[in-house]
């Protein structure tokens, strides 16, 4: 199947700060990309659409200030915590959309830990 | 998109076939049905999908009622790299929401 990375892996950062998460497709183009969330023991949560070009859209109860996406290119969206606080501590998780295949395809996660 | 009920989770024996059950009563017309799995820590892994017709690939087998108001995923000789959770999910061929899944035991 096609290739989903995610940089970096995991990171820690102190209270305040801003982090910045990389998705890319590797050998597809993704028009659409998408933005999940997992907190321990729960299920995935999305919180945002990613379309290359345009602004992204956001589900509901996701703060689109804090959580800024950037799909600049066809094989590039990044998702920025602006001042983030310990309970953005999560497990986030990207995707993107094989068109010719109607199949999504995940990157293996960012873990973040807010001090 | 149309909500799945799934049982939170199922045990299948090393070898033998792992079935797992998936409703779907609200689905409508032109809503697929998805299956991904998600080991722990990991980002999910596409299975399989389909619309009305029965699907196989070297993964899995999915059966969808002729009614589409539930379906079957299944496994045919699970193996212990099987353990994971399974996400049942209805989609429009666009985003796709998860509910909180089966999570597979599978034991020797």
């Known amino acids: 199947g096609a290739v989903v990375s995610q940089h970096p892996s995991w990171v820690i950062c102190k209270s305040g700060t801003s982090v910045k998460i990389e998705c890319r497709s590797l050998?597809?183009?993704?028009?659409?990309m998408f933005w999940y969330r997992q907190f321990p023991k729960q299920s995935l949560m999305l919180m945002a659409t990613?379309?290359?070009?345009?602004?992204?859209?956001?589900e509901q109860g996701v703060e689109k200030d804090k959580f800024l996406i950037n799909h600049a290119s066809l094989t590039l969206s990044t998702l920025t915590v602006t001042s983030a606080h310990p309970e953005d501590s999560s497990f986030y998780i990207c995707?993107?959309?094989?068109?010719?295949?109607?199949?999504?395809?995940f990157g293996p996660g960012t873990r973040l830990t807010v001090l | 998109d149309a909500k799945t009920t799934q049982p939170p989770s199922m045990d299948c024996a090393e070898g033998r076939a792992a079935n797992l059950p998936c409703n779907h009563s609200?689905?409508?017309?032109?809503?697929?049905v998805y299956w991904y799995r998600q080991i722990h820590s990991q980002g999910p892994q596409y299975i399989i999908h389909g619309l009305k017709n029965n699907e196989t690939n070297e993964m899995a087998s999915l059966i969808i009622t002729e009614d589409r108001k539930s379906s079957t995923l299944i496994l045919p000789h699970a193996t212990l790299r099987d353990t994971a959770v399974y996400y049942c999910i209805v989609s429009r061929r666009d985003k796709l929401i998860f509910g909180a899944g089966t999570r597979l035991a599978v034991h020797p």
């Open positions: 990613s379309n290359e070009g345009s602004k992204a859209t956001y």
């Open positions: 609200t689905i409508s017309g032109n809503e697929y």
């Open positions: 995707s993107g959309l094989e068109t010719s295949r109607d199949e999504q395809f």
């Open positions: 050998d597809f183009q993704a028009t659409t």
